[in-house]
């Protein structure tokens, strides 16, 4: 047994490793046709090997063959497992027809072979969809191709019941076990080399578990309870139906026999009566004989011997008056004497050896007496009488079971164990058990079911049939039901799974791919699942949903767009408008074009006192309407420390300490801030992280102004940032933008970048302020061309035209 | 915009690949936010990001913030363009650019 399950699980194990080498070779690839052959050929040859290399295990050669073919269909691709069956099985039916390789199961195992083959294709594409089997499916492909194998067993040999039985009995738990166990260790093996591999007693959520998965769960154990009580319910009935079967045949053989030893006993009867009365009349005719030759007297040896011939005795004797012995023939002294003594008896007849029962008389002549001994077995084989036992012979019980004649003492007078004697323990459970009932009991050294009958007082017809042959039909009716009923089960199981699957578990991947879409922002998806009743109601409802939450999702877009409207309003109010200024010793121009919506970039200029204008561009990080407000503070903050007269550099200390406070959005603002004397066209800026400002001299062409850096503000707290001096003589100018316009790009992503803008600004110096901005805007729309606008695009110049030109309409300058 | 992650040990490096934009930042603050609690370290390969904007920015501000009280924050393969960006808002003077 266990050298057995050792080299099962060696064969399996060569199997499994096959399996995994050939899926590594392959793997991620698509099989030629030539590969799919060559994958066939070569689990065809291990279903052969396995054929003529089988496990030696009670008389029966045990083998895996069936792996072949499963698994080359299965695990690779349905090409490779038809042929792979047809190999196995075609070599299977010739080696068993002509080379006596287990010729009994040679259609079983050839039609299983071949039908593991296609059965494996069709499960590849139909039910697993060419995709890897889980393990417990790949059991379960094995375990039932090899419940379809011994049950192929039964149905070839109907006539045969009994050595079927013993070679299921034999072969079927582990053939379906180990092929079972080889295509889920297999299938682990893959799983694990694809990295699929999970623990199947991981604890999972309720949420992990497919419908498809819990529903099979649940058809499984419900049809499995089923089969099981459905057998179990077959089996007590088969085993009531078997012992009924057995107490019949008993009860019939018992009466057949009792009637047969009846009329038998009354032949012997009969004979008895018969050989005294031959005996008597035997007698009678040699007096008669003796008289008519002259008397008692004259009868001497010779006669007697004669008349012993003719009439064919045992003995004849004469006897005198005084009952002595005168003449004899074939009687010894010693048998006279015993004679004599039988004769004083009341009996006629004795038995006076139990193989030998013979019948004495005698008749007067004269004085005394002619006796005559007659042997009444020849007498009654003359009347061609035969023996009990012989009788007896021609009586059998069932195919294997015994009869019995026993007398009390335990000797067994007639049937199959004549002559023994019983054990003491069996005489004693004989005594026990009353008669013509049933009981079970190993009289003979096997279990057997018994009845006892009396024959006479003395003897006991004691009638037995093995327990093994009581239960052979419901043994081998089980094996068949059971694997009938595991075959139908599967079938049953695999057509429910595949119709709850088209039925409801399809239905329900499609209304859930809808809802993905929908999720997914495609709000124009209908779901369009129909064919029932709940799918159909749950599509309207869900397309009725959608269509709910899109005019919802449309009022509040709609909302939110005018709220954005009013915050662009807002946050452009808040961007003073008026370039006109009661003087003209300078020009001042900006615009504010926000990107799609509220942006975060502003511009400020504002008077810190009679004469000194600061000007401020920043860009807030981000958009939308946290930039919009943390551009509003941003804008505050510096506005409010500007007019308390700070250095640029501390305006921007001081503002970057006030915006990091709270700043939980992590948003951050670059800014760069000048304030120019307008007296003296001296100019203190700082640059807290912001775009190089651009400077023109007067009469000279604009170029970028590499200023000193800081960090944005509101990145990090106390922050120093380091000013610098700018001094602007009359008919300078100078442009600060935000990074949409060098950032702005065109259909190809390529940026605008500071160059295009020098140039621009290049070719318009000698324009208004008031037109050069808008004619970079329209360069920087015509260069984006289709593209969309990332970002705001925020610019404001600055021309210093200093007091020469400041002299008409100057008022308020300080006295 | 496409994001590699890779977690060596307790450094995770995050390579961008194109634009780090409004539109694109968010899906970058998302990733490091939910990696963050694995890394001690993080290293963000600018090998292949063609433009960065102040919202890409901001992202890498609170990165730098919240890793500063970790392993630190590390800016590598920065191209021109992006250097620029840095240099101009100052944040080459905060951030480990190599």
Redesign the interface.
Known sequence: MLSMILKMSAVTALYVLLTALIWLRTRGRKLSLIQKLAIGLIYGACAVLSTHFGVDYSHMMLNVRDLGPLSAGLFFDPVSGMLAGLIGGIERYIAGTYWGVGSYTRIACSVSTCLAGFVSALMHIFIFRRKKPSAVYAFFMGAVMEVFHMYAVFITHRDDMNMALYVVRVCAVPMIVFTGLGMAASSVALQVCAGEWKNPFRRVSAEEVPVSQRFQFWLFAVTTAILTLNLLFAFGLQTQIAIQDARNTLVTVSGDIRDTYVKLRQTEENTDALAGETARMQALAIAEAAAHAGGLETADAAFLERMRDIYDLVSVASVGADGKVLQSAGESPSYAALLDEVLSGASESQAINPSTVRSVAGARCGTGMIRVVVDKKSLAEALNLSGLNETLSYFHVGRTGTFDIIRANGLVMAGEHRDSTLTTDAIRTLAAKPTETFFQASLFGTEALCRTENLSDDLKLLALLPMEEVYADRDAQAYESALAGIMLFTVIYVLISQLVQAIVVNNLQLVNASLHRITRGHLDEVVSVRNSSEFASLSNDINQTVGVLKGYIAAAEKRIEQELEFARTIQDSALPKNFTFPRHDFELFATMDPAKEVG?DFYDFFFVGDDRLALVIA?????GIPAALFMMRAKTAIRGLAESGREPAEILYRANNTLCEGNDA???V?VWLGIIDLRTGQMQCAN?????PTLMRAGGEYALFRDR????LA??EEVRFKGYELQLEPGDRLFVYT?GIP?AIDEH?E?YGTDRLVNMLNATRDEPLRQVLPAIRRDIADFAGGAEQ??DITMLGFAYYGSEKGGDGHEGTDA | MKIDKKLEGSTLTLALEGRLDTTTAPELEQVIRAELDKADALVLDFGKLEYISSAGLRVLLSAHKAMAKKGGMKVTHVNEMVMEVFEVTGFSDILTVE
């Open positions: 975060g860009d807030v990080s981000g958009k992590e948003m951050f670059t807290a992280g912001h775009e190089y850096h800081g960090l944005a990145a990090m990074d950032e992503t940026q990332f970002d």
